[in-house]
């Protein structure tokens, strides 16, 4: 059964770099037709698409973060991760990383909260 796990600091100072991490278990990175996403919610908001890599390293990102997004991967460790730069207070959220495939955003880490504060 395919499982993501976030991991990484649960806080982070305003002005530096938040950065997490998605390790995938039981299915490669690599297999074609996968994208994998980091989406966030804030306290009391909606969720928020921030970005995917691709089965062929290929990323993506919403132009509501990209000036401030990174997601890269180490296909050895077969996981993906995010960072953010820049933060601030408003950048507190629960942090998820998910797979979509065959048209099924499907599953979910349990998510992250990361704290911006200092």
């Known amino acids: 059964q395919v499982q993501l796990q976030e991991s990484g600091p649960g806080l982070v100072k305003p002005s530096q770099t938040l950065s997490l991490t998605c390790t995938v278990s039981d299915f490669s990175i690599t297999i074609t037709g996968a994208h994998w996403n980091w989406i966030r919610q804030p306290p009391g908001k909606g969720l928020e698409w921030m970005g995917d890599?691709?089965?062929?390293?290929?990323?993506y990102y919403s132009p509501s973060f990209k000036s401030r997004t990174s997601i890269s991967r180490d296909t050895s460790k077969n996981h993906f991760s995010l960072q953010l730069s820049s933060v601030t207070p408003e950048d507190t959220a629960v942090y998820y990383c998910a797979r979509d495939y065959n048209w099924a955003l499907d599953p979910w880490g349990q998510g992250t909260l990361v704290t911006v504060s200092s």
């Open positions: 890599i691709r089965y062929d390293g290929s990323t």
